[in-house]
């Protein structure tokens, strides 16, 4: 489990602290109000009397304070105190939550990186209450490999899923599916990519493709319907659908190609109804690690 510390237990870092807490992650904070930390630390967590001490025990950091100055003082301290960059450990992860100017963003990665750390600007909105329920957004931007430290806190991992009565629904070896029909999203640089990837991966050649939906939400239902398909989907598809009951994971032992699943589109474009849906559960759900 990602040990993660937060700075700054306001309005918006106090429900962001309680959400991680909740999602069974070990909370360690700091805030310039010492007593605001003890209280939180009372129902699980550890409160730090200084920066310093907060980077050397945390594999992220996430900053939660209001503007650029502030993120600085934490980071490399105020001229009194030390921040919690220099006790950092090489290869964790700052985690920068303040609305800043994007070119003093690209700098203070450049200086991190000097350092051996990793950024991930990652502005967020949504409120006190959206925090404390765990279903604020975060507008993150990073390196691959700060995402894939920090991944845990927010992604939605790529699944294989069967109905409950396929008959190889319990599977836990990729090379048992190589004669299975496959339903998989079109294109197929969808998720269905991940059991392509998979199967290459493996040596087992390409899967038996029998059908493609235009729409991964189509997913479910088709597979739901019939027990001789088996396809891939972000989790977060598979958590949400009214067809779940009749639906399971297969439990593949092999190790899967673990995508970030995220939209992007043109400003000047409206949203599919897909990518809407997408966007409500990765808020509410994905999200709600934090």
């Known amino acids: 489990m990602t040990t993660v510390g937060l700075i700054g237990l306001g309005a918006m870092g106090s429900g962001m602290a ?55 003082a934490v980071l490399f301290g105020d001229g009194s105190t030390p921040g919690c960059a220099a006790s950092m450990k090489p290869g964790s992860v700052f985690v920068m939550c303040s609305t800043v100017d994007p070119n003093w963003s690209v700098a203070l990665e450049a200086r991190l990186e000097a350092m051996g750390l990793r950024y991930v600007d990652a502005p967020i909105s949504g409120g006190a209450a959206k925090a404390a329920s765990g279903q604020m957004t975060m507008m993150t931007a990073g ?35 190589q004669e299975c ?29 029998s059908m493609l939906c235009e729409s991964f939400l189509a997913l479910p239902a088709v597979v739901a319907a019939s027990n001789q398909w088996v396809t891939t989907m972000p989790r977060i598809l598979f958590e949400n659908s009214p067809f779940k009951e009749k639906l399971c994971i297969v439990p593949i032992e092999d190790e899967l190609p673990s995508p970030l699943i995220c939209t992007v589109r043109r400003h000047d474009l409206p949203l599919t109804p897909a990518a809407i849906q997408l966007i409500g559960w990765i808020q509410h759900f994905a999200l709600k690690r934090l």
């Open 181 to 209: 029909a496959c339903v998989l999203s079109s294109p197929s640089r969808g998720p269905g990519a991940v059991i392509e990837e998979a199967f290459q991966t493996h040596g087992l050649g390409m899967p038996r493709v």
């Open 18 to 72: 309680a959400s991680l807490r909740r999602a069974g992650h070990s909370v360690q904070v700091f805030d310039v109000r010492r007593e605001v930390a003890a209280a939180f630390a009372q129902d699980g967590g550890v409160a730090h009397d200084s920066l310093a001490s907060l980077g050397a025990a945390c594999d992220v950091i996430v900053s939660v304070v209001v503007n650029a100055a502030q993120t600085e």
């Open 143 to 177: 390196k691959p490999e700060a995402y894939a430290v920090a991944e845990p806190l927010y992604s939605s991992q790529v699944v294989i899923v069967a109905g409950v009565s396929h008959p190889l629904a319990r599977a836990v070896r990729l090379a048992q599916l």
